[in-house]
Antibody
């Protein structure tokens, strides 16, 4: 059974860079697409970006200028960096498998942007 | 960007009743690339349906999906206690993929 686990700081200061890592276990990161999705408290879901194991990427245009997604196949991990964060970036961040529909999800990690 | 609207916002029903949830798109969703997710408090969403009418692995057959173009429906034939949750539709026919605001199914 594939499992995903997000890790990273739960508190980030405004204007700094949010960095998260997703570790995939129970299966290889190869041959699949992997995404980041976020959910502000009490609100709906927003897809952020995906990466294919080959390294090709796609970003949500609304966030593209601030987002970088990368992966490390040797560690079975992929990562998210979101720069110049503001309070509007406070959300639960999920990693998930898939480019467009998502069949496996991590449990999510709350990232709060505050000084 | 395709905008999804879900109705009703909240659906109050009793166990055993039938639930009908609606998802409407601002433009036609190509190839019925429409999915439904269930989310319970404190949990990640779970994929229920894809391709508008195909159940994901392990999803019971009381869940069914239908629709095409701009109008889609998720039906739960007989609500079980574990079905009370928030349901999101998602379109992945256009880029970027987008989610609806959700319908909460709560116990009457």
């Amino acid at each position: 059974q594939v499992q995903l686990q997000e890790s990273g700081p739960g508190l980030v200061k405004p204007s700094e860079t949010l960095s998260l890592t997703c570790t995939v276990s129970g299966g290889s990161i190869s041959n699949y697409y992997w995404s980041w999705i976020r959910q502000p408290p009490g609100r709906g879901l927003e897809w952020i970006a995906y990466i294919y194991y080959s390294g090709s990427t796609n970003y949500n245009p609304s966030l593209k200028s601030r987002v970088t997604i990368s992966l490390d196949t040797s560690q079975n991990q992929f990562s998210l960096k979101l720069s110049s964060v503001t309070a509007a970036d406070t959300a639960v961040y999920y990693c998930a498998r898939g480019p467009t529909r998502f069949d496996y999800w991590g449990q999510g990690t709350l990232v709060t942007v505050s000084s | 960007e395709i905008v999804l609207t879900q109705s009703p916002g909240t659906l109050s029903l009793s166990p055993g009743e039938r639930a009908t949830l609606s998802c409407r798109a601002s433009q036609s969703v190509s190839s019925s690339h429409l999915a439904w997710y269930q989310q319970k408090p404190g949990q990640a969403p779970r994929l229920l349906m894809y391709g508008a009418s195909s159940r994901a692995t392990g999803i019971p057959d009381r869940f069914s999906g239908s629709g095409s173009g701009t109008d889609f429906t998720l039906t739960i034939s007989r609500l079980e206690p574990e079905d009370f949750a928030v349901y999101y539709c998602q379109q992945y026919g256009g880029s970027p993929n987008t989610f609806g605001p959700g319908t909460k199914v709560d116990i009457k």
